[in-house]
Nanobody, 123 residues
Framework: QLRLHESGGGSVQAGDSLRLSCVHS????????MGWFRQAPGKEREFVAG????????HYIDSVKGRFTISRANDKNMVYLQMNSLKPEDTAVYYC????????????????WGQGIQVTVSS
């Protein structure tokens, strides 16, 4: 019964920081690559950040490089997205995702999805 649950979203002002958290309810957490997607109204869904099962390999979309950091705590079945210097264009629903296998694919982990959490950044 693999389930993902996000927390830590909210409404902030430009320049502020948020940390999103995601708990993975399944077994063998380290066997899954993990990631974060986002979707803003009227826009295409984006693969924002991903991390391999071991935590060694990461990926970021160009627009968040240097501002966002993905990490995981395999002993706690947790994955995080630290978001600094937030901009209004970061406003979206953010989804925690998991993919079967430890290797991070170019398309991002997409086998399991959380329900999503709103992040709103005002100018």
């Amino acid at each position: 019964q693999l389930r993902l649950h996000e927390s830590g979203g909210g409404s902030v002002q430009a320049g502020d920081s948020l940390r999103l958290s995601c708990v993975h309810s399944g077994y063998m957490f380290s066997a899954y690559a993990m990631g974060w997607f986002r979707q803003a109204p009227g826009k295409e869904r984006e693969f924002v950040a991903g991390i391999s099962g071991s935590g060694v390999d990461t990926h970021y979309i160009d627009s968040v490089k240097g501002r966002f950091t993905i990490s995981r705590a395999n002993d706690k079945n947790m994955v995080y997205l630290q978001m600094n210097s937030l901009k209004p264009e970061d406003t979206a629903v953010y989804y925690c995702t998991a993919g079967r296998g430890m290797v991070l694919s170019p398309e991002g982990p997409s086998d399991f999805w959380g329900q999503g959490i709103q992040v709103t950044v005002s100018s």
